[in-house]
């Protein structure tokens, strides 16, 4: 390799590097929290029944039938959601759907079963649903919020279920 190519490779590799470093340092997941003496199962009642000012959109979707796990009548689903200012996300269960929600822009806030008080989740944070989980979502800032689910979906009749 001349000289030339191998002070290519070196920028690239230090651009990629860099890239990838900043990348990193962007998209820490923390997860908001429910304090410690606010958690618990079943501590809030059922919510808005309707989503309002929400575009759930599926992006994907893996036939776990197919896959390896033999998971007959399951998917892997990922999906973007935008809300609007205002904008809800109805009362749904996690009892047999586990899902990662990625927060990529905005604030959000989450009223969980499982908390006594609302859960507010910024950008660049990660929400944990599992089978304990109940909740819905309100935007109650200024901004559209941008998230990413993924999630284990099976309800066939309802290929939207939040």
């Known amino acids: 390799m001349s000289d030339t190519e191998n002070t290519r490779l070196s920028r690239r590799t230090v651009a990629l590097a860099g890239a990838f470093g900043a990348l990193a340092a962007t998209t820490q997941a923390f997860a908001a929290e429910c304090p410690p003496d606010k958690r618990g199962l079943d501590l809030i009642p059922a919510g808005t029944s ?49 899902a990662l929600i990625y927060i990529l822009q905005g604030r959000i806030t989450e009223f969980t079963s499982t908390c006594a008080v ?34 284990l979906f099976h309800d066939l009749d309802n290929p939207h279920m939040m």
């Open 50 to 98: 309707v989503p309002k000012g929400v575009v759930d959109k599926v992006i994907g979707s893996i036939d776990l039938a197919d896959e390896k796990v033999k998971l007959a009548g399951y998917k892997l689903r990922m999906r973007h959601f935008t809300i609007q200012p205002g904008g809800e996300v109805p009362w749904h269960s996690h009892a047999d759907r586990p």
């Open 118 to 151: 609302p859960v507010v989740h910024e950008g660049g944070s990660l929400a944990v649903e599992n089978h304990n989980v109940s909740h819905w979502w309100r935007n109650t800032g200024k901004e559209t919020v941008l998230l990413v689910s993924f999630d």
